[in-house]
């Protein structure tokens, strides 16, 4: 069934402008979902908010907060309290990778990465389920990756891979927890995926031998990986927790 009860979805990492939080905004708008738009650039989240409203009539807000920073992520959450319906869905997409041949990650390059990517799971996650196991409803998605199934080989290397994997363990753990009341956490593992993650390091030569390698013959879009997140967070997917979606083409099959 799709979304009827008013409920806000917090997607993180929503700014980016041909990214998957910011498809996944709109799959969830579309599904009746207020949207709570954060992200470490504020004129990016401002940008989707205001995108998603106009698409679709529903109420968003965006919140500038890095998902890094406890203080920051309290404040943006409590804000979104304040203005939107209660948060039934999260979508912890803010993400960000790194390339470097393992060799060469240095501790602090190995911290920004399990910071953004786990920590900022770790700290948004806990924040907003507090209030979701009081109500008795929520949906939780993680974006991990097919680097953390395969162990990297797409862009990112030893870091990216181990943190990924990391979210894997997380929403499998936390599915077991909060199952009881009501809460399902699951990951989406998507494939290569068209978006500016990669800063444009990955070049079209690279990107045509990735595509031959792919068994449907194409690079993912952000729609394919927004419709699995926004089915994961509907009301009638209850039945479904601590599994991993693969958006991969099956360029990984497993
Ligand atoms: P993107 O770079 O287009 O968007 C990421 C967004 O996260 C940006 O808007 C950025 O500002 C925001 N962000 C980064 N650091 C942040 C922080 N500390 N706090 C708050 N916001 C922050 O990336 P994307 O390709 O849309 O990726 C989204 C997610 O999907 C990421 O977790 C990524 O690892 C994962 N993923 C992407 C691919 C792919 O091929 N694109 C594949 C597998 C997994």
Redesign the pocket.
Known sequence: TTQHTPRTALV?????R?????AAAHALAADGYHVAV????RE?ADETAREVAARHGVRTLALA?????AGAVDAAITEAEAALPSIGALV??????SPVPFLGVTPGEWDKIF???VR?SFLVTQRVAAGMSERGFGRIVF?????AERGGG???GVA?SAA?AGLLGFARALARELGPSGVTANCV???????????GKLDDARKAAMTAEIPVRRI?G?ED?ADVIAFLARPGSGYITGATYDVNGGSHIH
């Open positions: 993180t990492g929503a700014g980016s041909r990214g998957i939080g910011r954060l992200d470490v650039d990016a907060a890095d998902v890094a920073d912890n997409n803010a993400g960000i990778t910071d953004v990517n900022g974006l991990s990756s097919v680097s797409v862009f990112g990216y990924k593992a998507p494939g290569l995926i068209d978006t500016d993650i990669t800063q993912g952000v990986v």
